[in-house]
């Protein structure tokens, strides 16, 4: 099963631009995390969001979630080219199992 | 450094060979899992155990095999009878928690040759 769908597919913006990221789920849900992978490796937990919160920070990150529709936006500020990556939006299943969408693929040009 | 270490990082598997991918973490979690990527998909769950000695299926579990005989380690066996087993293959851990994220290792690509 695939809960979460995230859009755009790729994103491509020049360094210093703000990125943002969404990503639609499908049943109800304790939280929504966000994951970042470079290529060829792991992924990096970044940032969960409890179905009760609306809005999260971490550094330049932020997440926000509304319930009703559905959705999450992560958003990155300032993007580096470090930023390079690709992100995933994830939701927690019965069995504490996290359901992955099929990711952003973002490209920060510098 | 507490962490999860995936072995090896490359493996190449002949036609009709099983192959066996070694996961381990130091991080004191009950909860382990296996996830397989392919190109341009997400990530999807093959096996996952969330106490030593117990192990569920995921989503994709034909031609997949574990054992949990030990917290620390969580190996996957990839059989003869999975028919497209080249991906990427992502093992993770995290405690057993509502609100807590996944630790993942760094992956182990397989190629069929």
């Known amino acids: 099963s695939q809960q979460g769908e995230e859009d755009p597919q790729a994103l491509s913006i020049q360094e210093g631009e703000n990125a943002t990221m969404n990503c639609s789920y499908k049943?109800?849900?304790?939280?929504l995390q966000w994951y970042r992978q470079n290529s060829g490796r792991g992924l990096v937990h970044l940032i969960l969001?409890?179905?009760?919160?609306r809005e999260k920070h971490s550094g330049r990150l932020r997440v926000t979630l509304d319930t009703s529709k559905k959705s999450s936006s992560l958003l990155i500020t300032a993007s580096r080219a470090a930023d390079t990556a690709s992100y995933f939006c994830?939701?927690?299943?019965?069995?504490?199992?996290?359901?992955f969408g099929a990711g952003t693929i973002l490209r920060v040009k510098s | 450094d507490g962490g999860i270490t995936q072995s090896p990082k490359y493996l190449f598997r002949k036609e009709g060979q099983n192959v066996t991918l070694s996961c381990e973490q130091n991080?004191?979690?009950?909860?382990m899992y296996w996830y397989r990527q392919d190109p341009g998909q997400g990530l999807r769950l093959i096996y996952y155990?969330?106490?030593?000695?117990?192990?569920q299926k995921g989503d994709i579990a034909e031609g997949y095999s574990v054992s949990r005989e030990k917290k620390e380690s969580f190996p996957l066996t990839v059989t003869s009878a999975q028919k497209n087993p080249t991906a990427f293959y992502l093992c993770?851990?995290?405690?057993?928690?509502?609100?807590?994220?996944?630790?993942f290792g760094s992956g182990t690509r397989l190629t069929v040759v």
């Open positions: 991080l004191n979690h009950d909860a």
């Open positions: 969001i409890r179905s009760n919160e």
């Open positions: 155990s969330q106490i030593v000695n117990d192990f």
């Open positions: 994830a939701t927690v299943e019965y069995g504490n199992k996290l359901v």
């Open positions: 993770a851990s995290s405690i057993v928690a509502r609100d807590y994220g996944y630790t």
């Open positions: 049943t109800s849900i304790n939280n």
